[in-house]
């Protein structure tokens, strides 16, 4: 076999989540139960480490960018690039956030509109909630989430191709741990990323299939069973590993230059044709506050105010984000040979973000405009037909 089974990687965690799986069947309102204690547990004692290592590591990607070592080429000043620009940001941009934008960015202003934090003194629905909706979703959806990919994404590509390290997750540690140290514990880094991985794939999996589900009722009816969401999440699984199957130019570059293509034309479909102005003016103006409560947002707890918005938003989305990077980070790293770091952190945080932007200014500005017509219909659709209606 070229790619032996890793027992002490593979075996663990397939127990734990085989045994998650089973309690669930037998008892699932126990199972919801316990997990919602687990989550509100590592929320409430871990939630000032997600907030600042978020923002560690967005801190340590514009250091890095103006340092010397911003001019080192992954893989050695001969490397050549495995992808050119072009592909490379269509594959960065639809390995990472893409599933979350594409659903997040309609529904989730509106909860932020009509349930702003409590110990900010927000009126519900007033336009200080619109633009505190709005920069929350630049917040959660631009610089931040995509530097806690980037920073372990770079730290891989460069030990791999320029120190040969091993193909591993616990390869990223090296520089700080030792090589010696990390190959003794490499099988427990990789369970414990593994089991992070699959656990964090359950919540996009589950985002993908509601909003594919959601779509569907729109046009064929009926409701969201489980038995559509188990057909919807068999041809995303099959649809995953053919492309994963086929390789890097034959299927991954291929299935994201599509959905790229299909991405820019719906955006522009819905600038052009919507409320074009409001988009533009809303958009300019939410990006100002978030720039200018970047600081507090980003390492807001609640703590003070006693104020649980934030473990249900924001520190949420950083745990999120930290249980996908490290797996995520083997592939965004691989996929960087021949580049320098500059280059690195443009195609790999800097674009995404930018176009996640702009998608946002779209979408969001379009969501809380239609709702503003319409008197809350929207929030309305949102509260008693469901998020991926």
Same mark, same amino acid.
């Given at each position: 076999?070229?790619?032996?089974?890793?027992?002490?990687?593979?075996?663990?965690?397939?127990?734990?989540?085989?045994?998650?799986?089973?309690?669930?069947?037998?008892?699932l309102q126990g199972f919801l139960a316990v997990s919602r204690q687990?989550?509100?547990?590592?929320?409430?004692?871990?939630?000032?480490?997600?907030?600042?290592?978020?923002?560690?590591?967005?801190? @340590?990607?514009?250091i890095v960018y103006f340092s010397p070592l911003g001019r080192?080429?992954?893989? +050695?000043? $001969?490397?050549? /690039? *495995?992808l050119s620009k072009p592909r490379w940001f269509m594959v960065a941009l639809c390995t990472t956030l893409a599933v979350g934008v594409l659903f997040w960015t309609t529904a989730e202003p509106l909860y932020h509109l009509y349930g702003p934090p409590s110990s900010l003194n927000i009126e519900a629905g007033s336009s200080e909630a619109k633009h505190f909706a709005m920069s929350s979703m630049f917040l959660h959806w631009t610089l931040t989430p995509y530097a806690i990919y980037l920073v372990p994404s770079l730290v891989f590509a460069l030990v791999f191709y320029n120190l040969r390290g091993h193909f591993s997750i616990g390869a990223m540690l090296q520089p700080l741990l030792g090589a010696a140290w990390v190959k003794r514990h490499a099988g427990l880094i990789d369970t414990l990323a593994m089991f992070a991985l699959v656990a964090g794939m359950a919540s996009? @999996?589950?985002?993908?299939?509601?909003?594919?589900?959601?779509?569907?009722?729109?046009?064929? +009816?009926? $409701?969201?069973? /489980? *038995?559509?969401?188990?057909?919807?999440?068999?041809?995303?699984?099959?649809?995953?590993?053919?492309?994963?199957?086929?390789?890097?130019?034959?299927?991954?570059?291929?299935f994201s230059t599509f959905n790229t293509w299909i991405m820019l034309a719906l955006g522009l479909f819905v600038l052009i044709c919507?409320?074009?102005?409001?988009?533009?003016?809303?958009?300019?103006?939410?990006?100002?506050?978030?720039?200018?409560t970047f600081f507090g947002r980003s390492l807001f707890t609640g703590a003070a105010s006693g104020d649980n918005?934030?473990?249900?938003?924001?520190?949420?989305?950083?745990?999120?984000?930290?249980?996908?990077?490290?797996?995520?980070?083997?592939?965004?790293g691989k996929i960087g040979r021949g580049y320098t770091v500059r280059e690195f952190i443009h195609i790999s945080m800097l674009y995404p973000a930018l176009f996640t932007a702009l998608w946002i200014c779209i979408f969001s500005g379009s969501s809380l405009y239609f709702d503003a017509q319409g008197d809350g219909v929207l929030n309305r659709v949102l509260n008693e037909q469901g998020v991926e209606h």
């Open positions: 076999m070229k790619y032996p089974l890793r027992a002490w990687v593979f075996w663990p965690t397939f127990l734990i989540l085989l045994a998650a799986v089973i309690a669930s069947y037998l008892d687990l989550n509100r547990i590592i929320l409430d004692n871990f939630s000032w480490l997600f907030s600042a290592g978020s923002f560690f590591l967005l801190v @340590l990607t514009a080192v080429r992954i893989g +050695g000043e $001969d490397a050549k /690039p *495995l996009s @999996l589950g985002t993908g299939a509601l909003t594919l589900s959601g779509g569907l009722s729109q046009y064929i +009816g009926g $409701d969201t069973t /489980p *038995l559509r969401l188990g057909l919807i999440i068999a041809v995303i699984v099959a649809t995953f590993v053919f492309s994963a199957a086929s390789g890097l130019q034959k299927g991954i570059v291929k919507g409320p074009t102005l409001y988009i533009l003016s809303l958009g300019i103006e939410s990006f100002g506050t978030y720039l200018q918005w934030p473990q249900s938003w924001t520190v949420f989305y950083w745990s999120v984000w930290f249980a996908w990077a490290p797996v995520s980070a083997m592939f965004l």
